[in-house]
């Protein structure tokens, strides 16, 4: 529930932005941040009985991080909770534009971007590194919430990924994860969305493999300097 709120209301805000003859077209980029932001505020407050996990990065950095307490069949589940979710939200989301979707006016572009990421450059190694970078500061600035008093939790991480988004997501949309990325994709795929255009598998291996290496290497730097 928590990953389908984040994604229907992530989703949603590029949807208001990029589709045509919305309230908020061409809202710009901080538009979009923000309300990136706000939809993990209200995920991680939907999920906060399972712990908040809405990305399966995080997940894989808090068990290389150490002392998680987590079993195989937890990380599964999340797993598999986190896909379901991202899927449900997106498919949500194009219910609430379902008529832009169907504009002759809005382009292919546009329609995938709001489901997925795509490089403003393409260069998949290059692509990787920004996404690891992006991720490694998702998951190593989280750990390092536990050591500090304020208690602000989900407002702490809703304005991380703001920050995060307004700093290092220009070259590739700042995915930093998997399942938001992968399970709108998807989606974008099945759903009968008129001349959509193509679903950029090419590239759909780097927003998945990229912040799950980053999420380990912030689990561990975390580790390293004792913030877990």
């Not at 309230?23 to 009985?49: C, D, E, H, R």
């Not at 950029?200 to 912030?218: E, H, N, S, T």
């Amino acid at each position: 529930m928590g990953t389908a709120i984040l994604i229907l209301l992530g989703c949603g805000v590029v949807a208001n932005v990029l589709l045509p003859r919305t309230g908020g077209n061409a809202g710009g980029t901080l538009m979009i941040n923000f309300g990136w932001g706000l939809a993990v505020y209200s995920g991680v407050y939907v999920a906060y009985k399972s712990g908040a996990h809405l990305n399966p990065a995080v997940t894989f950095g808090i068990v290389a991080g150490g002392d998680s307490g987590l079993s195989v069949g937890d990380v599964l589940t999340y797993l598999a909770g986190q896909m379901v979710g991202a899927m449900i939200g997106a498919t949500l989301a194009w219910a609430a534009y379902k008529k832009h979707f169907d504009d002759p006016e809005a382009d292919q572009g546009s329609k995938l971007g709001v489901f997925s990421t795509m490089p403003t450059i393409r260069s998949n190694g290059w692509n990787v590194v920004t996404e690891v970078i992006g991720t490694f500061v998702l998951v190593f600035v989280i750990l390092s919430f536990g050591r500090t008093p304020t208690e602000v939790g989900p407002l702490a991480v809703a304005l991380l990924v703001v920050a995060i988004g307004a700093s290092l997501g220009g070259p590739t949309g700042y995915a930093i994860n998997p399942a938001r990325d992968l399970g709108p994709r998807i989606v974008h795929a099945l759903l009968p969305i008129p001349d959509k255009g193509s679903s950029g598998w090419d590239y759909a291996w780097v927003p998945v493999v990229a912040p799950l290496i980053g999420g380990v290497l912030g689990g561990l730097a975390a580790n390293a300097v004792g913030f877990v």
